[in-house]
């Protein structure tokens, strides 16, 4: 049997250039779609690219977008991919307040798009789907911890996309008998996380901080919690969905959950320092213990105009049917961050 042939749309973020490297050391031919950009995008596939010395991780890149659906089926067609992974997204949630309609164009019917082609070229017997489902789907919670079966109540233009995404996901499976799946990952994060999520931002600029660099940064709301995981864990958990015996649904989680204070406070720690907190609402504002510097305070622009206060995931389906459990909890996530955050820097 011939390698398998794998397909990424949004190879170029986080989460695309980990699952690239691991479908590269599976023994798998790998495509992946960059969109045309005036400045590179490609930093994160930088190992890929060096390829010159192990010829075996060679990655093929095309150029993409999609939004465009004459280029998502040609890619299809010449392809022929085992497996999509459907990564490519607007993936900022504040942002998606500023461009809602980019984002359902790209979140929502992207993910048509790829399944349309599926069907009309005769791939479903072929082509397994992965969609990059999220926990912003549950918004507003509706249970705690959540769960595959915990009803959604997106809370932003973003999350009501990706809605749109995870269900014409189910409907082509139950409709046209198509291999596809949500993964609903919870956050995860590292070194390649974009700047400005607030696990990045925070690690990136509390090392500036404290190497003299800049004197304070500017968050939004404090007082969310997330359940954070490290995210090469995660992207095994897509191939991992992909390989059962039968197309379902799977959350993705650690099962422990933190405030940003919480996230700052262990990002200074593993600094050496500590901070602490004084004032309320706007004026409050996170100190170092060291010197009393301020390091911390609140711009209202990072706010959104509806939040997810709390996400904390309950992935035991994905434990008793997969075999996956996230190994990374927040502590050692931070830690991984920081030190590979002050190698980047030396
Ligand atoms: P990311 O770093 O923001 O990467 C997004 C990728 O999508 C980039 O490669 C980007 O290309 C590409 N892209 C954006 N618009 C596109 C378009 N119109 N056509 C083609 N490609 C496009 O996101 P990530 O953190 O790796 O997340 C991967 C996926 O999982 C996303 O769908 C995200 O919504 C979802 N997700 C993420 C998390 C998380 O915590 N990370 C959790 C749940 C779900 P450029 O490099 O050119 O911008
Ligand atoms: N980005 C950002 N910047 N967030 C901030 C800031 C700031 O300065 N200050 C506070 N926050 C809060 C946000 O209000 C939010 O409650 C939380 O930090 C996390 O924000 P992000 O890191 O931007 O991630 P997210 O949870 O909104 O979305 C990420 O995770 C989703 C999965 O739950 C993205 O990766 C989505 O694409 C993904 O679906």
Redesign the pocket.
Known sequence: MGKKVALI????????SYLAEQLLEKGYEVHG???R?SSD?TGNLAILETGYHNPLKKVNLHY????DSNNVDKLMRKIQPDEVYN??????VRISFDIPEYTAN??AL?TLRFLESIVKNDLVKKTKFYQ?????LYGEVQEIPQTEKTPFYPRSPYAVA?MYSYWIVVNYREAYGVFACNGI?????SFR??LSFITKKVVNLAVKIKKGKMDKMFLGNLYSKRDWGY?PEYTEAMWEILQHDQPEDFVIATGETHTIKELVEEVFVNLGDSVRWEGEGLEEKGILNSNGQVVVEIDPHYFRPTEVNLLIGDATKAKEVLGWEAKTRFKDLVKIMVSDELKSMQ
Do not use: M, P
């Not at 749309?9 to 695309?16: A, E, K, L, M, N």
């Open positions: 749309s949004g190879i170029t973020g986080q989460d695309g779609i960059i969109r950009n995008s993409g977008d999609v939004t990564l490519a997204a607007q993936s900022h790209v979140d992207g990059a489902s999220t926990s912003e990706k990952l919870f956050n995860h994060e996380r974009g995210a």
